[in-house]
């Protein structure tokens, strides 16, 4: 679960009438997601567009294969925002698969994740040429309800 925070005043400058969150995800390697289940969730209206960069192909073991990414585009509306903690809890589900791993002494390989980049595109309200304002989030405007994502993969 991602919590966005924004401050009042930055609310009350934006005049917008949408906006969407962009999650841009760098897996590590040994993990990928499949580009047909994202494309079924953005069918089933989960995700407003995704895009899967790099290797996808299953069969491929970790130590063969290059990192991937994934770009996800979610509508929110800034009314959301005009509550009394100014703040957005957003949670997204990744349909990710583990590659082979190296057989490890332990049976198990560890893959860690790290933070997601993240967008703000807002779309001006009243503007006639459909411009848009895109905010990079720092980590002071983001906050995980977990630390270090560790996934746990049976090595064979």
Known sequence: ????????????????HFCKVIVVE?????????????????????????AVFGDTNLELPSVASNRSVVEIHMNVSPNIFFGQTNELEISIDLPLHARYQPLGKSGY????????????RCCM???????????ALSSDSVETKTGAVVWRIPSY
């Open 1 to 16: 679960m991602i919590r966005l925070y924004c401050q009042s005043e930055s609310i009350n400058q934006l005049a917008t």
């Open 26 to 50: 760098r897996l590590p390697s040994g993990v990928f997601a499949h580009p047909f289940e994202l494309q079924h969730l953005l069918q089933r209206g989960v995700f407003t567009d995704v």
């Open 109 to 120: 390989s560890m893959v860690e994740f790290g933070a997601p980049d993240l967008f703000v």
């Open 125 to 135: 309200e009243g503007n006639l040429n459909d411009q848009s304002c895109l905010f």
